[in-house]
């Protein structure tokens, strides 16, 4: 075995996103474009010689070869260790576990997270920092620049890796441990919720339908619910990871995951369903005919924090993003605690979970998560759904009403408009910002514009600054609308326009969402000039 170094050149458009690089798959599978993107990576890197990286994806389509080209790439860096999950799986919660408990110098991530699969679908690479989270600006900066500058990468000519048994191998000097992807995940689950509470209420009769859309969290979710939990056999649907996610677009949320809504309907539904994503970092939780929305997940989960065991001393802090409604915003105020407002991109979240200063942390788009691992984590919201459901006896919807008693109701709706001409939407963005030092004081359709502005997030932590991460058109009343674009996608762009009202009177809380919202998307679409400026008359996904 040697190292042999290929001469290679700059591919424009490798700059990661708000979740690393994410292009087709057949952008990936063009000569040096995985290998330039990695080289890139790990010459940005400091100190790594000697140290341990964890390694694992999806499964999706381009998985396993990337896997085998990174091992080769790595021991040509010089790294000492390779952990890498067996067949090359891991979730993302997953890894971001194992860097922590390992003491690893960081990790690779391979996926699109929520984005279709298959040969025609995305595929993705993020690198990971050794607090198990995402690369923070800085880092991804620097990546981004070596991309740009790129001469030469280095690989090992070593034969494959067999990544189905686990056991020790090496390549020249780097050892490499194919290891169980879901062993530590669920150990570090029995440590922080009550599993005999939650297995004694599905001894009492309790049903779930839990639809891991043919990606990752299937094998964890049979392991922890149907092994761990001793809920029913065929309570995980869909459950064998495929690299195409068996044609799902795996999106957990009403319209992407429709096979589990329309299980949950009617007298004969299960108690309780969830569904996770393609990486298994987000969740969908839903009721018999309920579903509830993930800025009110964050809200409940926070309220009832201390009835999982290792939430019990109660909670330091909350973080949620911008889009997300500011549901969170109202208990923490009854606890006492901090909110903090922060950027798209769960990045933004690691340094006030360093820091201390945060518990549990939400983003509108079915993330949430803690301090217990520095990503957002979709089997850890479903286990702490049913612990606290296990706590108190009540059903999904009694305990989302019963919030909504207490401290009012966030309506609540997000509008995507996806693969719409880049340019177009830049130009819907620059259209809004013009406006903006305007609308402040303005009546709009009886609404009083108390604030517009560009949000612009200073870092507690560390002093960091980062703009342009959304326009906000907040009112008097507390009501918002908010213009995004996404870092998420690969075709295009994708508008998001995020839609929220406050109503603190019980007896209005079972109006149809896009009903309750109806004046303030009229305003949104007429601001934003949305309709002339993309060519559509309808979002492509309401949430």
Avoid at 67 to 93: D, E, N, W, Y
Avoid at 137 to 159: F, L, N
Avoid at 310 to 326: H, K, N
Avoid at 382 to 400: E, Y
């Amino acid at each position: 075995m040697a190292t042999t170094t290929i001469s290679t050149q700059p591919i424009p458009g490798q700059k990661p996103g708000t979740s690393g690089l994410r292009k087709k798959v057949t952008i990936f599978r063009e000569p040096s474009y995985l290998e330039n993107f990695v080289q890139s990576i790990f010459d940005s890197l400091e100190g790594s010689q000697g140290q341990t990286l964890v390694l694992g994806g999806d499964g999706r389509f381009h998985n396993r070869v990337a896997v085998q080209t990174i091992l080769k790439m790595a021991a040509a860096h010089g790294f000492g260790r390779v952990m890498v999950g067996r067949g090359g799986l891991f979730s993302t919660p997953a890894i971001s576990c194992v860097i922590r408990k390992a003491g690893a110098f960081g990790g690779i991530v391979l996926s699109a997270s929520h984005n279709p699969g298959g040969p025609d679908g995305d595929f993705g690479i993020k690198y990971n920092v050794g607090n198990g989270g995402p690369a923070p600006e800085k880092v991804t900066d620097a990546i981004y620049a070596k991309t740009g500058t790129i001469r030469e990468y280095r690989i090992s000519d070593a034969p494959d890796v067999d990544l189905d048994t686990i056991g020790r191998y090496a390549i020249e000097n780097m050892t490499i441990d194919v290891i169980d992807p879901v062993a530590d995940y669920a150990a570090l689950m029995q440590d922080l919720f009550d599993f005999d509470a939650i297995r004694a209420l599905f001894a009492r009769g309790f049903t779930m339908r839990f639809d891991a859309m043919s990606a990752i969290g299937g094998p964890y979710a049979k392991t922890i619910l149907e092994g761990l939990l001793s809920a029913p056999a065929g309570t995980v649907t869909h459950g064998e990871p495929l690299e195409d996610f068996g044609g799902h677009h795996p999106d957990p949320n009403p319209v992407n995951a429709a096979d589990l809504i329309a299980h949950m309907s009617g007298a004969a539904a299960p108690d309780f369903g969830a569904a996770s994503d393609g990486d298994a970092d987000r969740n969908m939780i839903v009721g018999r005919d309920f579903c509830v929305a993930p800025s009110d997940s964050l809200a409940i989960l926070a309220a009832n924090a201390t009835l999982a065991p290792g939430y019990r001393d109660g909670l330091v802090g909350i973080a949620r993003s911008m889009p997300t409604s500011t549901a969170a915003d109202r208990v923490a105020a009854a606890l006492g605690i901090r909110c903090y407002e922060t950027p798209t991109g769960w990045k933004f979240f690691g340094n006030l979970l360093d820091a201390g200063m945060a518990t549990l942390c939400g983003e509108e788009s079915y993330g949430t998560g803690s301090n217990h691992i520095r990503e957002k984590d979709g089997l850890w919201a479903v286990l702490f759904w049913l612990n606290i459901l296990a706590a108190n006896g009540k059903t999904v919807d009694t305990l989302v009403r019963e919030h909504w008693a207490r401290f009012g109701r966030n309506y609540y709706s997000r509008h995507d408009y996806e693969a719409i001409d880049s340019a177009a939407a830049a130009a819907l963005m620059e259209h809004l910002r013009a406006q903006l030092p305007s609308l402040a004081g303005r009546d709009l359709d009886g609404y009083t514009v108390a604030l517009a502005d560009d949000f612009e997030y200073t870092d507690p932590v560390d002093g960091s600054v980062s703009k342009q991460q959304g326009v906000r058109i907040v009112f008097a009343d507390g009501s918002r609308i908010v213009f995004r674009l996404s870092g998420t996608g690969t075709e295009g762009a994708t508008l998001r326009l995020y839609l929220e009202r406050y109503e603190a009177d019980l007896t209005k809380h079972d109006i149809p969402t896009q009903t309750a919202l109806a004046d303030l998307i009229a305003i949104a679409g007429r601001v934003a000039d949305i309709a002339a400026r993309t060519g559509r008359t309808e979002p492509t996904v309401v949430t």
